[in-house]
């Protein structure tokens, strides 16, 4: 049910670099995450993990302590977005799930549990500058963020994972419900539709388009700056009382969630997949 999350097989075939690594704990130059925040007191958190911000249990640690801060901080709005030239974020690490050592496994889990209860259900105002692919777990983060600016050109965004026989957790559902309209999504997950950039903007699945991301980060900024004379509690109440649903449904079954995931990691057949799915990836990679 919540394996190979991370994968895109709409353009893993046609991007060598998009191949995840395999090694859990590959060598890291440099910090995973990047939080600055400029002189309108904007936050700007920036994913760092070459090549394709595959999210491990450490960089979900630091993208979650970096939304804790912004919101210790009380800054007037925080936007993710990425250091890669062509990706956001292909998703969940493959390499979290593979062979993997339980207690890590579990750690893992609960913790993009928690950064999705920490960037949907924020009080602060959150936009994404989506500058390259964002399938599966991008896509997850982009969506949990209020506004969403995406760069131009050929990359694509979604949920796809019903394209690899798996059903995407109920999280996952209910924050494209609440992005777009519930038919649309329901079409979208059931066939693992990954949206064009054009696509993307017409279903209002983003809500620009961008030349670039320096583009792409200003119109953020500037749908951050519409609330500079909106009451901030007012909003942020609004805000989670909109989100309160799905977040309240996560929240009380998290140990569900949890065990179900753990479960499936323990399955020989699943492993033997992940496997077979990690030796193809490889021979791609190599041609």
Known sequence: MYIRMLLARPFVNSMKQLVPRTRTMAAQAGP???????????????????PVNSLNLELLQEIGKSLDEVAKNKTKGMILTSSSPTVFSAGLDIMEMYKPDLKRAEIFWTTLQDVWIKLFGSSYVTAAAINGHAPAGGCLLSMSCEYRVMVGGKY???LNETALGIVAPTWFMDTMCHTIPTRQAEYALTTARMFTVDEALKVGLIDESASDKADAIDKCKKFIRKFDKIPSLARAVTKQKIREGPLVRLQNNRQQDTAEFLGFLKNPKIQQSLEMYIQSLKQKAAK
Do not use: Y
């Open 32 to 50: 995973l995450v990047d939080l600055s925040v400029d002189n309108d007191g904007i936050a700007i958190l920036t994913m760092n993990r070459p």
């Open 156 to 158: 694509t965004i979604g």
